[in-house]
């Protein structure tokens, strides 16, 4: 019923940027915030970024400054453009849509390793 596709998680040294982009390739149901999560070996799934339809963005701390999402409403996709990343940015990366139901759906997660 939902499907989120992601792309352009890969290996980075300390320093480097990427950018994970996610697009909604099939909903049923109408959604309003737009995010992602990451999750780190050993560790809990935590919020990275998340970003409302009008544009109002929140991050997480630990990336505040060095992380920026966007979206594009005309084509249902999310980007998170990440620079100056550090070794314990390394997990894997999750995009999510808030329904105007209530619930949450998921990617399947990009792996983003950094590591020299």
Not at 28 to 35: A, L
Not at 98 to 103: M, R
Request: aromatic share 8%; glycine share 12%.
């Amino acid at each position: 019923q939902v499907r989120l596709v992601e792309s352009g998680g890969g290996l980075v040294q300390p320093g480097g940027s990427l950018r994970l982009s996610c697009a909604v390739a099939r909903t049923i149901f109408g959604f309003d915030n737009m995010g992602w999560y990451r999750q780190a070996p050993g560790k809990q799934r935590e919020l990275v970024a998340t970003i409302t339809r009008d544009g109002t963005t929140n991050y997480a701390t630990s990336v505040k400054g060095r992380f920026t999402i966007s979206r594009d409403n005309s084509k249902n996709t999310v980007a998170l453009q990440m620079d100056s990343l550090k070794p314990e940015d390394t997990a894997v990366y999750y995009c999510t849509i808030d329904h105007y139901n209530g619930q949450r759906s998921w990617g399947q997660g990009t792996q983003v390793t950094v590591s020299s």
